[in-house]
């Protein structure tokens, strides 16, 4: 059963998450009352939650284990991963159930039309799964800017491309959520919902 009111999303990135085993993480999870983990696939270093070795048997223990928790799993990540892998990863949100599949953009030196032209193959895929891939806004990349997000879903006018919604970075540049939301109304397809203390003061 699903909980009324409990629509959020957990992005397990947290150092202490990364070490919990994934039942333990789960039972975290639920326990805070949230409905749905955001387990991340990541480059090396990072958070790997979704680390598929072997897709079917790894993909029917995240499914087992979510539903044993009674959980959903709405959206997962793909940071730092190449094409050929990200295009995996649609499959495996087709997979899971859920609808966004986030990843950052490229770095500040790549033009808002280079990095569209490049999430093309991505986009047809996404959108042919009927699942969207969310591109999040951040500091020192080719989509940080609420002109460059309006930009990007400008140029990509496909349902299989959205936002990943990130206050914090929009904080650092001095622009406001409520401008983002206004100018990318239907276009947002995830939003962090984060608080953050003095690390908000530097790129991260």
């Known amino acids: 059963m699903r909980r009324p009111g409990r629509g959020f999303a957990v992005c397990p990135v947290q150092k202490w998450s990364c070490t919990l085993e994934p039942g333990k993480q789960q039972d975290s ?3 805070r009352g949230t409905q749905s983990p955001h387990p991340c696939t990541a480059k090396p270093g990072w958070c ?29 990540s793909a940071y730092g991963n190449p094409v050929e892998l990200v295009m995996e990863r ?6 899971l159930g859920g609808y966004a599949l986030v990843r950052g953009s490229a770095g500040p030196d790549v033009s808002v039309k280079s990095f569209a032209d490049s999430l093309l193959p991505l986009v047809k895929r996404a959108e042919a799964l009927g699942v969207t891939l969310a591109i999040e806004n951040h500091g020192q990349a080719a989509i940080d800017s609420i002109d460059s997000m309006v930009e990007l879903c400008r ?5 299989g491309l959205g936002i990943a919604l990130a206050p914090i970075h929009l ?6 959520t409520e401008d983002a939301v206004q100018a990318l109304r239907g276009r947002i ?15 991260w």
């Open 29 to 31: 999870v639920t326990h």
């Open 171 to 176: 904080y650092r540049r001095n622009e406001r």
């Open 90 to 95: 649609l499959e495996t949100l087709k997979a």
């Open 48 to 76: 790997d939650h979704l680390n598929l070795k072997n897709p079917k048997v790894d993909l029917a223990a995240v499914q087992s284990t979510l539903r044993k928790h009674g959980l959903d799993c709405h959206a997962i």
């Open 189 to 203: 397809a995830f939003f962090y919902a984060w608080d953050w203390g003095p690390s908000a003061d530097k790129n």
């Open 155 to 159: 140029l990509v006018p496909s349902p």
